[in-house]
C-alpha cells in the first residue's frame, strides 16, 4: 500500500471510530451537485496516475484522483476516447469524481453510460477495508454488480481508489445537422429516425432548432447527410457538442430567482410546456428552468410524463435535489449504506438527508 492511500485509509479508521463525517473531494468541480456538503474534506488528488493502459485491449486503469483531462488527452493520443463524454465542469475534474457523479454528455443515448464502461474499481468501505471489485473484461462481471453500483452514488457508499474502464477508437467521420422545427416536431422526428439504421450520435434542440451530430464510418455519415437533409456543419470544427458537455451554451447560463431543473422522461412524452427548455438524448434528457420553489409543479409535470427531475442548480436548502425515493428503493438504499459505510462517514446527506 502506497503512502497516500495509507493515509487515506488511516484517515478512514479514525472517522469510524469517532463517527466523524468525510467529505469526499477531488478537484472540486462538481460540488454543486447533490445535498449538503459537510464533514471534513477528504482529498482524493494524491491517487493519481493512470495504473495501465492497454490501447489493444481498450482498457485503461487510473486512480481516482488522476485529472480526467489528462486521462482523455493520453486515450487521444492513441485515437482511443471516452465515449459517454463525461463533463467535466471545471479544469479540476478528477476520475473518481466522473464515476461517483455518474454524469454523461451528449452522446449517452447512443453509446451508454459512465456505469456501462466501468469494468472493475477498488474502494475504501467505511470500515477502512480496501475491497475490490469486477476486472479488467466484461466477462468478469457476474452476479450483483458493485462496482457499477459506484457510479451515480456521489461518494455515499466509499472511497473510490482505483477504477478500470473500457475505451472505444474514435469515430472517423463527424458531422452536425441543423432543422428548424419546434420540439414535438422534433421529438416525433428523432423517434423516426431512431428506427434506421442512422449514425446519429447525439441531438440538442432550444429554441426552435435542432441540433444532430452523425458519428461513425466515413461512408456511413455522408450516406446520412445526404438522405436527412438540413444544414451541414462540420462536425469537429461546431463547438456546440463542447459547449452542451459542459453547460456553458447561453441557454444554461444563471439566471436570477431561476433553478435548473434536469428531467429524466421517455423519449415519446409530449413537450412539458412549463418553461425554458433545452432537449438532448433523443428526447430523454430535458433541462427546464423554473422559479426557485417550484419543485411540486416540475416534480409533478415529470412524473405525469413517466418519469422524474432532478434539481441540479440554483434551488433553495429547502427543496430535495432528488426525487424522493419509493419505500423499496428507499430501503435498498439504507441496506446497501449500511453495509458499505456503516457508520456512516462518507458524504453524509448529499445523496438523501436521511443517509
Given amino acids: 500500500m ?21 467529505r469526499i473531494r477531488g478537484g472540486g468541480s462538481k460540488d454543486f451537485y447533490g445535498q449538503s456538503l459537510v464533514g471534513e474534506p ?41 465515449p459517454f463524454e463525461p463533463p467535466h465542469f471545471g479544469p479540476g475534474a478528477t476520475v473518481g469524481g466522473m464515476v461517483a457523479s455518474g454524469l454523461n454528455g451528449p452522446a449517452r443515448a447512443s453509446v451508454g453510460a459512465v456505469r456501462d464502461y466501468v469494468l472493475g474499481l477498488s474502494l475504501l468501505n467505511g470500515r477502512a477495508e480496501l475491497l475490490s471489485f469486477g476486472g479488467q473484461v466484461m466477462k468478469n462481471v457476474a452476479g450483483y454488480d458493485l462496482s457499477r453500483l459506484m457510479a451515480g452514488a456521489l461518494g455515499t457508499l466509499g472511497l473510490i481508489v ?20 419546434d420540439e414535438d416536431a422534433a421529438r416525433i422526428q428523432l423517434n ?12 440538442c434542440w432550444q429554441a426552435g432548432r435542432l441540433a444532430l451530430r452523425l458519428r461513425g464510418a466515413r461512408a456511413a455519415v455522408a450516406a446520412a447527410q445526404k438522405t ?5 456543419v462540420d462536425g469537429a470544427a461546431d463547438p456546440l457538442w463542447q459547449n452542451l458537455r459542459e453547460q456553458t451554451l447561453p441557454f444554461f447560463a444563471s439566471r436570477p430567482g431561476q433553478a435548473l431543473w434536469r428531467l429524466s422522461l421517455p423519449d415519446t412524452a409530449a413537450a412539458l410546456d412549463i418553461g425554458p427548455t433545452l432537449v438532448e438524448w433523443g428526447g430523454a434528457q430535458r433541462w427546464v428552468w423554473l422559479p426557485v420553489g417550484d419543485a411540486e409543479r416540475v416534480r409533478a409535470a415529470a412524473a405525469r410524463a413517466g418519469g422524474h427531475a432532478t434539481l441540479f442548480r440554483g434551488g433553495d436548502d429547502r427543496t430535495p435535489v432528488f426525487t424522493p425515493l419509493a419505500p423499496p428503493l428507499d430501503r435498498i438504499h ?8 456503516p457508520a456512516g462517514i462518507f458524504n453524509r446527506g448529499r445523496l438523501y438527508s436521511e443517509f
Fill in 2 to 22: 502506497d503512502s497516500a492511500l495509507q493515509t487515506l485509509t488511516e484517515t478512514v479508521r479514525e472517522a469510524a471510530a469517532h463517527g466523524q463525517p468525510l
Fill in 42 to 82: 477528504l482529498d482524493t488528488r494524491a491517487l493519481s496516475g493512470i495504473v495501465s493502459y492497454e490501447p489493444s485491449e481498450l482498457v485503461v486503469t487510473a486512480r481516482a484522483g488522476q485529472p480526467l483531462a489528462e486521462l482523455e488527452a493520453a486515450l487521444a493520443e492513441r485515437g482511443q476516447c471516452l
Fill in 162 to 181: 482505483e477504477v478500470s474502464l473500457k475505451v472505444l477508437p474514435m469515430a472517423p467521420a463527424e458531422a452536425t445537422l441543423w432543422f428548424d422545427m
Fill in 192 to 203: 423516426r429516425w431512431g428506427g434506421q439504421p442512422l449514425p446519429i450520435n447525439a441531438c
Fill in 228 to 232: 436527412m437533409g438540413g444544414q451541414a
Fill in 334 to 341: 439504507r441496506e446497501l449504506k449500511a453495509q458499505f459505510d
